[in-house]
């Protein structure tokens, strides 16, 4: 198995260990597995240099390295409703587009057809993690400082559920909008597909 597969395939299995270390009520635990997280997250941006570095690009890794970001993305959605800070129709909302999309590609590359990133599914990817990674890290934080009196702290006085929201609606709005514009620019092959 090639590097950039194995990359992949590590962000699988860092997923479900982020989660269980976060989602524990220890600010040691929850400080690793935002550290798993952003490991985790890493491996995306290595794989893809590595296998265009070196022209490594094959059928499973098409298949699987969008797969591994959406398992990441997904966990760390369902982390954070669990912990409060996102709100869970918004996160059904960015999953369902999320698997929607991984459906047709599946479902064109198993057809001989492919499916391109569109500009906004890139930025709708940058901006996920971007929010994501920034709810993590006020969360991860707020551990450490919520009974402190380290000056820090003011950091994370302000109205914390209000920027989350805004940022998570922000993320929501764009992804459901590449889902739509996939659906039209697509619409064709979709209908093909699905005959």
Not at 23 to 37: A, H, V
Not at 87 to 105: H, P
Not at 182 to 187: D, H, L, M, P, V
Request: with cysteine.
């Amino acid at each position: 198995m090639n590097m950039p597969n194995k990359l992949t395939l590590s962000r699988i299995v860092l997923a479900p260990v982020f989660v269980i270390l976060f989602l524990m009520d220890n600010p040691l635990t929850r400080l690793t597995g935002f550290l798993i997280y952003c490991l985790a997250a890493l491996t995306d941006l290595a794989d893809g240099h590595y296998a265009r570095k070196y022209g490594i690009i094959t059928g499973f890794g098409k298949f699987m390295d969008p797969l591994a970001d959406k398992i990441l993305v997904t966990s760390a959605l369902i982390a954070l409703v669990a912990l409060g800070p996102a709100r869970a129709w918004m996160v059904v909302l960015i999953v369902a587009r999320e698997f929607y999309v991984t459906g047709i590609r599946s479902l064109a590359a198993y057809r001989g057809a492919v499916i391109v990133p569109s500009f906004w599914a890139k930025a709708k990817t940058v901006l996920q993690m971007t929010t994501i990674t920034f709810i993590l890290l006020v969360v991860t934080l707020d551990g450490f400082w919520s009974q402190s009196a380290n000056p820090a702290r003011m950091l994370l006085h302000f109205n914390r559920q209000l920027v989350y929201d805004l940022a998570m609606g922000a993320t929501t709005a764009l992804t459901l909008y590449t889902g739509f514009d996939y659906t039209f620019k697509y619409y064709s092959m979709i209908k093909n597909l699905l005959r």
